[in-house]
């Protein structure tokens, strides 16, 4: 079993900048490959960017790249977010995920094998 947490969400300006955290537990969290999915209102739950296990890849989609950077500190067993230059599209409620797979390949929200509560996102002026 793996819990996850969320922190870091919050209100922002257009432009701004915030940093995500989610910090997992458990047994063998630090195995697992970590991704990131938003939700907006009325929208499905969709994948953002992810870390995965075996070597550290990663994944964005493509509505951020070049703006949000995701890391992972194995000892810790966390995952942060950075997301940069925000607009008020990237409003939503952010979730991390687990899954217990090495690398990024599969993001459908039914892959996933744990979840966290989520954390607002919030960008407006």
């Known amino acids: 079993q793996v819990q996850l947490e969320e922190s870091g969400g919050g209100l922002v300006q257009p432009g701004g900048s915030l940093r995500l955290s989610c910090a997992a537990s458990?047994?063998?969290?630090?195995?697992?490959?970590i991704a990131w999915f938003r939700q907006a209102p009325g929208t499905e739950r969709a994948p953002v960017s992810c870390v995965s296990y075996r070597d550290g890849r990663t994944y964005y989609h493509d509505s951020v790249k070049g703006r949000f950077t995701i890391s992972r500190n194995r000892a810790a067993s966390t995952v942060t977010l950075q997301m940069n230059n925000l607009r008020p599209e990237d409003t939503a409620v952010y979730y991390c995920?687990?899954?217990?797979?090495?690398?990024?390949?599969?993001?459908?929200?039914?892959?996933?094998?744990?979840w966290g509560k989520g954390t607002l996102v919030t960008v407006s002026a």
């Open positions: 458990g047994v063998q969290a630090r195995l697992y490959t």
């Open positions: 995920a687990a899954v217990g797979v090495h690398y990024c390949t599969d993001l459908r929200q039914a892959a996933m094998d744990f």
